[in-house]
């Protein structure tokens, strides 16, 4: 048997309503190693959200199945904590109260000491000193956002996802959470699913990057790897290495153009689902041509 | 001067509105003092009818039956020197009077949040069990809960619980929509908060449902108190006996307007507080997001 990632999606289609539906997305598959920092990038609509909801075993898939540590997700689980696109704060709980909940949640028999102790750290640890005994609506769009960050932190979950988690946020605010979690992720070992829009963040954050075409009927059209090692991925001079531009414009070029006409791309060039592309658009950048993955742009 | 900052505004707005409300009393008392001014001589003719529906002492026309504002405050102060005397059953103070009607109405509507806050817990959790009690619910809720009255004394054949019966069946009804409606439309996010938890379905009852139905259910609780203080009136002039329906419609049949009065404005008192005591209480489950 083939090796098999920590997060195996095979085969998941998506429709909403009846069989005659157009499916939101179709024949998706691709995986998550353990310790990997995954990040899914697409247009607004394209059916994201969709994926890591039934990721998180929220929603159930019309076709194909989710299989994560070889047993398929049949439902939620405290193993995969889900930080929300709005952020989901219970509004009547103070912070304390919101993080204490998912920490009575994942361990039951702790008492109220132990449970605010162990809620206490993950406050700490985004940030939030002070503000334990705060309400959400007392709080800023950035502290809610940390909230809910510390909120899935702290059940200590074998992997992450996300939902745009820093997309609500200004560009400083960003930054600092966006450090802050790669930091807790690489002293964790997280295994991380994240969704973006931001090429940036993409590219600061993700060890690989899925790229999602239109709905409906949106597939993966490849999966990019970023070559640049993390420990050379610095938000303040980002641009200021070797690969990153090349990086960059192969992303935004998907953006732009690839994702509305990625039917007519395959039907030129081929295209299976469960063989995707692995392009490396960083290393063309650094020793040219060769091991390139030639491309076919549509005009 | 001139530059007043919000805070004065609302000031002066609440001691503008405070002295008006004043002078509306003063107006109404001194309106009432006017028209009901001892006549000299005699009055007008009266519809002999009418004359014997009211009895001798207006009939002599030598004075008004409508007391004047001096008369009921005579009588107010009458009754608060003593409110809870019981000279016979049919003689009590209208403190005793009062306590019988917020007991029932209390009694009433406890039994019918307790009945009404968990079906409505289950309707809005369930779109088969909202469905399948709809239309029982649309039916009988605009019913007047006095229609019922008949029925409750027949089955039960108790006048005092047939009362207490027909608060319940008053008060029932706003507060089972009120939970179904707030239990039906909690914030999906919240509830898959709690499902990637993995929270059993009693914690996310208590620990999510409710706290964010709460302020939903709280509404119609206020609705239904509001509702139980009109109908317990009614209802006590139909059975009898105690309760302060009774005492102003046993004050009709002695004439004494002027402590219909005193009783109406007792009952708008109390009402009063028991809708500020539910709203309170709904400010203390509320949250702002
Ligand atoms: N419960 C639902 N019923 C019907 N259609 C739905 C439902 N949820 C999502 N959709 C549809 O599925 C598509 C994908 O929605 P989804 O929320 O996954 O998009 P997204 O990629 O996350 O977008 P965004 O970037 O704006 O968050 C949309 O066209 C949406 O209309
Ligand atoms: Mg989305």
Redo the contacts with the bound molecule.
Sequence with gaps: MEHRPLISVEGLA?R??DASQPA??EDIWFGVDKGEFCCLI????????????VLAGLDSPSEGAVIVDNREIDGPSLDRAVIF?GHALLPWLTVMGNISFAVSSRWPSWDRAKVQDHARRFIDLVGLKGAENKRPAQLSGGMKQRVGIARALSIQPKMLLM??PFSALDALTRGMLQDEVLRICADTNQTVFM?T?DVDEAILLADKIVL?TN??GAKIAEIVVNTMPRNERHRNDLHKHPQYYAIRNHLVEFLVNRSRAFDQEIAEAGYDPRRLKLVKPGLAAVNPPAEVVPLRHSS | MGNTGPKDMKASLGLRAGLLSLLIFVAIVGIWQIATMPTAGTGPAMDPEYAKLVGAAAATGSKSAMPTPADIGATIWHHLLDPFYIRGSNDKGIGIQLAYSLGRVLLGFGLAALVAVPLGFLIGMSPLVYRALDPFIQILKPVSPLAWMPLALYTIKDSAISSIFVIFICSVWPMLINTAFGVGSVRKEWLNVARTLEVGPFRTAFKVILPAAAPTIMTGMRISVGIAWLVIVAAEMLVGGTGIGYFVWNEWNNLSIANIVTAILLIGLVGLALDQGLAYLAKLVTYPE
């Design positions: 998506r909403f309503g939101v997305f697409g247009h607004s609509g394209c059916g994201k959200t969709t994926i890591l909801n696109q939902d745009e969704i829009h999602m709905g409906p």
